[in-house]
């Protein structure tokens, strides 16, 4: 079984300029998650898709980051403008289904804004 | 609201010993408790999984256990290897939110040869 799979791995920006990120989650999960990993930190949720439509979006700042799954698999998170503390590895993971589900994780794209 | 403490931040041992990570949260109201491992520039990887009706969860050299009244949980590494180097997680997911789960900033451990 494929994991979750994440482009690009590696991101240089300078601050002003956006950034978009994929994530593919393993086939037939229906929930889908976006977090932010700042170096040092845990792992903190942006949001969350089941299927295509947003559950929790709560911690999404959204003057800057958007985040769409638009056929309920694929999704992509962009950033606009990108800011210094936008500096963080973007994770994606996903579900199966039922809420006793483990979740499972992408490898990150480690994204750095100069 | 819930806050998730991992001590130590950082910890080093020598190839061989047994180890025991420390995972506390403030609200004793979770569902479940996991264990995660981070290896540099891969995503994490679910190593054990806590119910909240459950004392403890084993996969062969690892052992968590929870005590939902005191708010702790532990991360017990028997005869540490160095490929047990990694970033451990603990992560809750809290009794009233559905699906969301709340981690601590991990402890990096390094296995000496």
């Not at chain 2, 479940?32 to 009706?53: M, Y």
């Not at chain 2, 005191?70 to 290897?81: C, D, E, K, N, W």
């Not at chain 2, 991990?106 to 040869?113: K, S």
């Amino acid at each position: 079984e494929a994991g979750v799979a994440q482009s690009p791995r590696y991101k240089i920006i300078e601050k002003r300029q956006s950034v978009a990120f994929w994530c593919n989650p393993i086939s037939g999960h229906a929930t889908l998650y976006w977090y932010q990993q700042i170096l040092g930190q845990g792992p903190k949720l942006l949001i969350q898709f089941q299927n295509n439509g947003v559950v929790d979006d709560s911690q999404l700042p959204k003057d800057r980051f958007s985040a769409e799954r638009l056929k309920g698999v694929d999704s992509t998170l962009k950033i606009q403008p990108a800011k210094l503390e936008d500096s963080a590895v973007y994770l994606c993971a996903s579900r199966f289904k039922l809420s006793t589900d483990t979740q499972y994780f992408g490898p990150g794209t480690r994204l750095t804004v100069l | 609201k819930q806050e998730v403490t991992q001590i130590p931040a950082a910890l080093s041992v020598p190839e061989g010993e047994n180890l025991v990570l420390n995972c506390s949260f403030t609200d004793s109201a979770i569902y479940n408790l996991q264990w995660f491992r981070q290896d540099p520039g891969k995503g994490l990887t679910s190593l054990l999984l806590i119910q909240s009706s459950q004392r403890e969860q084993t996969s062969g050299r690892l052992n968590a256990s929870l005590d939902k009244s005191s708010g702790r949980s532990t991360l017990y590494i028997a005869a540490s290897q160095p490929g047990d180097s990694a970033t451990y997680l603990c992560a809750v997911r809290p009794w009233d939110r559905d699906d969301k789960i709340i981690f601590g900033k991990g402890t990096r451990l390094h296995i000496l040869p």
